[in-house]
């Protein structure tokens, strides 16, 4: 029997992840995660007030891989999802939730009323590109100060354990993963979704009714990738503190988390591949996984983690 138990601040019985925005703001849909064999869920994204969300459609698949979204961050708002939570029989893995906000103050409330209600450990979903309807506005993850400020003013009002959520449209993401970390992060997911926009040639329109979305699915993997290794590298280095990562984009197979794992993640997120696989994805990529590690004699995760950074170190300059 191989060892998956993972860490990412909080201890997890394997590394993957439901990523955010996937399922997961009802009783009901947590709890089916929660038998999936997944090692954590991060719900949807909370805010302080409900929103519902953008015009439809708000998911579009355009090829085989490639799933354009801009949901808008569609939720209850924090006082419905605590309330929901309640009638949640005890679940036998680590729920974190994803918090979203307008602002610094927004971000600190919603955080602090997760921690009042017993929560543990929070993601700061700052990275979704279209959180604002109709807009092709910069969002908080592609604005250094606007980042510092976020995350400063959320570890400012609770000592929860706080992942914060890069996005990948910045040109050094680096730099952002180090002003997060500074600010407070205790650890990274990345990567959000990729800008992105898809016209009907027919219709001679944009395809999503927010025109802006994000690209998600197995197309993005190998980008999700790179952003990873950029941060691993800088961390490897001593560049910038480090602090756990969890990779997120495109995974669908275990291969595809033995990459993640082998690029120096500590956990892997998997979200739009459900639309694919359902959540049957969690215990077909854990015994994946398994195989793998058995295959070659790897016991633990922590005997094959990084271990392509370190061969990266040494090829390039
Ligand atoms: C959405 O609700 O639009 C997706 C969430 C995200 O991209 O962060």
């Not at 100060?145 to 706080?162: C, F, G, I, M, P």
């Not at 756990?244 to 275990?254: A, D, F, Y």
């Amino acid at each position: 029997m191989v060892d998956l138990s993972a860490d990412i601040g909080i201890p997890l019985k394997n590394p993957l992840i439901l990523t955010s925005g996937i399922l997961g703001s009802s009783a009901h849909l947590l709890k089916r995660v929660a038998s999936s064999g997944a090692g954590a869920l991060i719900t949807k994204s909370i805010t302080e007030d409900p929103r519902v969300g953008h015009e439809n459609p708000t998911v579009i698949e355009v090829s085989e891989g490639l799933i354009l979204n801009a949901m808008g961050l569609p939720n209850p708002g924090v006082d419905i999802f605590l309330n929901e939570l309640e009638t949640l029989e005890a679940v036998n893995l680590p729920i974190i939730p994803s918090v979203a906000g307008y602002s610094e103050d927004e971000f600190g409330r919603v955080a602090s009323r997760l921690e009042d209600a017993g929560f543990r450990i929070i993601e700061l979903n700052i990275s979704c590109p279209h959180s604002t309807a109709l807009s092709s506005k910069k969002v908080i993850a592609q604005d250094i100060d606007k980042t510092r400020r976020v995350v400063n003013a959320v570890r400012s009002v609770t000592s929860l354990k706080l992942i914060v959520k890069l996005s990948p449209n910045v040109t050094d993401i680096v730099e952002f993963a180090d002003v997060a970390i500074k600010a407070g992060a205790d650890a990274l997911s990345l990567i959000n979704t990729i800008e992105a926009l898809e016209v009907d040639p027919y219709v001679e329109a944009p395809v999503l009714g927010n025109v802006f979305g994000g690209q998600s699915g197995p197309s993005i993997r190998c980008i999700a990738q790179r952003k990873l290794t950029d941060i691993a590298l800088a961390m490897w280095k001593g560049e910038i503190e480090r602090v756990p990562l969890i990779g997120v984009g495109g995974v669908r197979t275990p291969k595809d988390v033995f990459r993640f794992l082998l690029l120096g993640a500590d956990a892997v997120g998997i979200g739009s591949s459900i639309l694919y696989e359902d959540l049957a994805i969690f215990e077909d990529v854990i015994e994946g996984l398994e195989q793998i590690m058995t295959d070659k004699g790897y016991d633990m995760l922590d005997e094959f983690r990084g271990k392509v950074i370190s061969q990266i170190l040494d090829m390039t300059i």
